[in-house]
């Protein structure tokens, strides 16, 4: 007579186990790598699974500047890997920047940088503002300084 022998085996997993969680850290080496007076180019350092912690994350730049005295503020997805360019800033502005990594669980941010744009032309001299006084040798013309400057005036030609 042969005798059998049942047994059942119970695997238990936790359900953390297979969850995603918070990424690690935000983006690292974070820097502006080229300036100029309407765009920033922004690097950084690329990670993986083993930073974002899921496979399903969202890289997003947040900035701010002040112009003509009102606070301009934006968020953008980031489609790239390790840089991004962000355009239609204005010239001769202080941009405060950072890049967060965001998955279904949680977010983490970069480092905040704080960059100015360069300078650039000058939009054009109010047309109402020209006054011109002719001398007999000389002409004297006055005039107000443009709405934008786009940086410092420091010559007329």
Not at 4 to 23: E, G, K, R
Not at 47 to 73: I, P
Not at 124 to 131: A, D, F, K
Not at 138 to 144: A, D, L, P, S, V
Request: proline share 5%; with cysteine.
């Amino acid at each position: 007579v042969a005798a059998y022998i049942s047994m059942s085996v119970t695997l238990s997993f936790s359900a953390n186990y297979w969850l995603s969680s918070d990424p690690v850290h935000g983006p690292q080496t974070v820097n502006v790598v080229d300036v100029r007076a309407r765009q920033l180019t922004i690097q950084w350092e690329t990670f993986g699974y083993a930073v974002t912690r899921c496979h399903s994350y969202n890289l997003t730049v947040q900035y701010q500047y002040v112009f003509n005295q009102q606070e301009f503020s934006a968020e953008e997805l980031i489609q790239t890997s390790s840089h991004y360019t962000l355009r239609g800033l204005r010239p001769f502005v202080e941009v405060r920047l950072r890049l967060v990594l965001a998955n279904p669980e949680g977010s983490k941010e970069s480092e905040e940088i704080v960059k100015q744009t360069e300078e650039d032309v000058p939009a054009s001299v109010p047309m109402e503002s020209l006054q011109n006084t002719p001398y007999e040798e000389k002409i004297f013309m006055q005039w107000k300084a443009p709405n934008e400057t786009n940086g410092v005036i420091t010559l007329y030609e």
